[in-house]
C-alpha cells in the first residue's frame, strides 16, 4: 500500500542548505547578533554537522540520531538564552526537534522541597519540553556537593535517563558560568559524555557592547547623540571594572535608566511644544547622572547615601 | 464484549501511532488532555480514576505518551481513556474522549430481572467476567 520511497543518490547540500531554511537562520544570526565569533562559528559547523548527517539518513548511510545536547558557558549577559532560542528554531528546521520550542528553567523548576515532590516535578517539565529545546539556565546549581541529600541529585538522574532514552524527542541544553560549569560536569561524568557540543560565550568588547545600546535602543525608537554616544562609551569602559557587570544586560539596564532620566529632564526643563526628535534621544546628561560615574553601583550604595541624582 | 464507549470504539484498538495522531490534533486545538482508568466499565460509571492530573500547556504528543506508558505499566488490566478537555468560554468541557487501553478478556454484562410490587418488573444491568 505504501509507495517504497527511493533513497536518493546525490544530494545537493547548498540547495538543501536553502531550502531547509537553515541559511534563514544563519543569516538571522549574523544580524542580530554582535559580536560572539566563536560562537557563530561553531553554530554554523554544528548546522553543517547536522545537514551533513540528514543527507546520509536520506541515503541510508547512518540511523543513529546524533548527540544534540549542548552546553553553553559563559558570563551573564553573553546571549546565551537568546542563541538557545536561536538553536531551537536551528533544530526544528533541520527536523532534529518536532516543534522547535524553548522551555527555559532553572532549579526551581526541578527541584521539588520534600521527598516526593521532585520526581513529578522534573517529569512535568519534561513533558513540556518534549519536541522542543529544554534549556537549564545556571544548570550547576542542580548539584550541591555540600549537601548530600539534597533532592537536586534526583532531578539529575531523572534528566540523564531522558536524554538518554529520548534524544529523538527533546534536546538539553545546559547553561552557566563556565567555571561553575566545569566543575559541575567533573562532578557528574555523566553529562559530560551526554554532552556532545560545548560552546563558549566570550564577553563583548567595549565597541561591541555600544554597538548593542544602539541596537537596543534603535528598537525602542530611540537614539544617542554624538555627545550621548561618547558618554555611553564611557560608561561602559567604567562599568566593566565594578562588580556585578553583566555585559549586555547591564548595558540594558543603564539604557532602561538613561531613558528615566531623559523623561524626567524633559519633564523639568521643557518649556514649550516637543518635537519626535527630542522626545527619542538620549543625551549626555542622561548617562553621565548615572553613579557609575562617581565611582559606585547604584545597588551597593547605603540607603543614607541616596541624595544623588 | 466490547465496550463502545468514546470516540472510534468501533473500530480496531488504535496504534500508538494513531493515539500520537490524535494526540497532536487535540493538542492543535489547545485541548488539555487527561489520561483515566477504570476496573469498571459499566455505562453509568461514568467517572473514572485519574492518572496524574490532566496535562495542560503541553506542545508535543509524547508528553502524553509517556503518561500512557506509565499508566499502561501500572495498570495493564483496565480500561484506559486520554480525555480531551476543552478550556474555550462556553465549552470548558470534555471534547472528545477515546479508550487506548481495554483488558485482555472484557467482561459481559448481564441484565437481571426483579419482580417488583404489583406484578411490576425491575431491570439492572451488571457486568460480569
Redesign the interface.
Known sequence: MDAVTEAPKTVDLAAEYESSGVAEVLRELDRDLIGLAPVKQRIRQTAALLLVDRARRDMGLAQETPTLHMSFTGNPGTGKTTVALMMAGLLHRLGYV??G?LVTVTRDDLVGQYIGHTA?KT?EV???A???VLFIDEAYYLYKPDNERDYGQEAIEILLQVMEN?RD?LVVIMAGYADRMDRFFAANPGFRSRIAHHIEFPDYTDAELLKIAEAMLDGQNYGLDPAGRKAMAEYIALRRTQPHFANARSVRNALDRARLRQANRLFETATGPLDARALSTITDPDIRASRVFSGGLDVDRPASREDQP | MRITQGCFSFLPDLTDEQITAQVEYCLGNDWAIGVEYTYDPHPRNTYWEMWGNPMFDLRDAKGVMMELDECRTAHGGAYIRLNAFDSTRGFETVRMSFIVNRPKVEPTFHIQRTDFESRSQKYAWDARY
Open positions: 518536532r516543534k520550542h513529578p517529569k519534561l513533558k513540556k518534549m519536541g522542543g529520548n524527542d
